[in-house]
């Protein structure tokens, strides 16, 4: 399985805008031109998508321009300005204010050490961003625009990390604004956190939420068949262990049918992320288990019960991510194990865990589910492996919209467990349980959740920037 990027055969990159003026002559603007070239090569080495110089730019219509053009261009995921020297900020001031990208103020100079012995009135000239990123703050402050404020050597690794994070979370932002949500069938009935405000969450973050009835998924699946259903079989012989009661059973081809069915459904709506509730199946005869995890494992976003606001962080996080090593899922907080100086949450759900966290190769099989009212459903069981990770949570909280993330600690199941028949995730909060328990209590965060091992709490709290909404970090 293949994870689907943001964009069809585009990564995307950034841009680098360096700031100057005219004041000292062409030759100092071929010098800061060269500086940006090499410092945009330098820092792609260390990102995770390419950086490109724009600049310098010294006229209040270059910068006007070059920032529609960042702003118009789909390809460009954020922005980063270096006021390489003296960049008079009242030029900034209409290009700052049509800006539509994510924009990191890199406050950095090119050279690391300073020449001591050949330091004249030229050399300061030039090398002045001490000064000109003093006068855009200033103006950025003052416009108040959004931005993440970055201060070190290009070169220094703790600088290039920091850079990173920001751009996975532009990266995630960009995702955001163009990702369609499928929302099959409708809430679970009577539950709170996961309803709230589509048309602001729209307006903050970007991704549009679409209802469907279940009626127009059981179509797809019902032209679900023959030689798509048989290789479907075959991978699935071949990607997990299956359980014998699963091989050549009927339930299995029908989970084939649901699966190829729910992909062609979703992706000629555009949609890459998704909902169902297991008390709107209609027609279908199981309620989506193995499709639902293969597709996560392929990069689409999922909510149960009707969750769009997960679903969407979901597809934002594996995104964010990218091809980082860990695995993304969506997740529940379930049981608790509250043995003294060993307590733990034990998470999962009726099915749906994406085997991107699988420790071990998954194994296929069929169980009955006491809800729902369908067929015994096939799905993937398995535990996640162990490392450090998160938890996140998009909540709406009526005036606002918050995220809520800890930081915990996956571990092993201290014995197996062999009668749970879903996939499921063991971990230690931090610091502690309990301080953990009562700070996601009083934030209000959701018990669906985002679990992630690449991302950290820095992704999510420069996504929260970008977007201008809350978070709560429990760490």
């Not at 600049?55 to 219509?61: D, F, I, K, Q, S």
């Not at 009707?306 to 969506?330: E, H, N, P, Q, Y």
């Not at 296929?364 to 398995?382: T, Y």
């Amino acid at each position: 399985m293949t994870f689907r990027a943001a964009r069809a055969g585009q990564i995307g990159e950034l841009w680098l805008v360096t700031g100057s003026q005219h004041l000292y002559g062409p030759q100092a603007l071929a010098a800061v031109a060269a500086h940006g070239e090499e410092v945009a090569r330098g820092l792609t080495a260390g990102l995770p998508v390419p950086v490109r110089h724009r600049g310098p730019v010294t006229t209040a219509e270059e910068i006007r321009r070059t920032c529609l053009e960042a702003t118009a261009d789909d390809a460009c995921a954020g922005v980063i300005v270096w006021a390489h020297t003296f960049s008079p900020a009242k030029a900034w001031i209409a290009g700052l204010e049509a800006l539509g990208k994510p924009l990191l103020h890199l406050h950095t100079q090119f050279d690391r050490e300073l020449p001591w012995a050949e330091i004249d009135m030229d050399f300061m000239n030039l090398n002045q961003s001490a000064h000109g990123d003093r006068e855009l703050a200033h103006a950025l402050t003052r416009l108040g625009v959004r931005r993440k404020t970055i201060a070190g050597h290009w070169r220094d690794p703790t600088v290039v990390t920091r850079i990173a994070t920001w751009t996975r979370a532009a990266l995630g932002m960009r995702e955001a604004r163009s990702l369609t949500v499928a929302r099959i069938g409708d809430n679970m009935r009577s539950v709170a956190v996961t309803e709230g405000d589509k048309v602001e969450a729209q307006r903050q973050l970007g991704f549009a939420v679409d209802g469907y009835g279940v009626g127009e998924l059981t179509a797809a699946v019902e032209e679900a068949g023959g030689a798509q259903v048989d290789s479907l079989l075959t991978e699935y012989a071949d990607t997990y262990e299956l359980a014998p009661d699963v091989r050549g059973s009927d339930a299995l081809r029908e989970a084939a049918r649901i699966e190829l069915g729910l992909r062609a459904f979703l992706d000629a709506r555009g949609a890459h992320a998704f909902t169902d509730t297991f008390e709107d199946l209609g027609a279908l005869r199981q309620l989506p288990g193995i499709a639902v995890q293969r597709l996560m494992a392929e990069g689409y976003g999922f909510g149960a019960e009707g969750d769009w606001k997960t679903a969407a962080l979901v597809r934002i996080a594996k995104v964010m991510a990218g091809d980082l090593a860990g695995g993304t899922s969506f997740m529940e907080d379930y049981t608790y194990d509250l043995t003294p100086g060993g307590e733990a949450v034990l998470g999962a759900h009726m099915l749906e865990v994406c085997p991107s966290i699988a420790a071990d190769r998954p194994s296929c099989e069929i169980h009955p589910l006491a809800i729902g009212g369908r067929e015994d459903p096939v799905r993937l069981v398995f535990t996640a492996h162990p490392g450090e990770a998160v938890v996140a949570s998009l909540v709406d909280l009526g005036d606002r919209f918050r995220f809520v993330v800890g930081e915990v600690e996956v571990i092993e199941p201290p014995a197996p467990l062999p009668k749970l028949p879903v996939a499921r995730a063991l971990w230690r909060p931090r610091p502690d349980f309990y301080s953990a328990a009562e700070g996601w209590l009083a934030a209000g965060g959701a018990h669906h959740t985002v679990l992630s091992f690449p991302l950290g709490v820095g992704v999510f709290d420069d996504l929260a920037a970008m977007a201008g909404i809350e978070l709560v970090a429990i760490r």
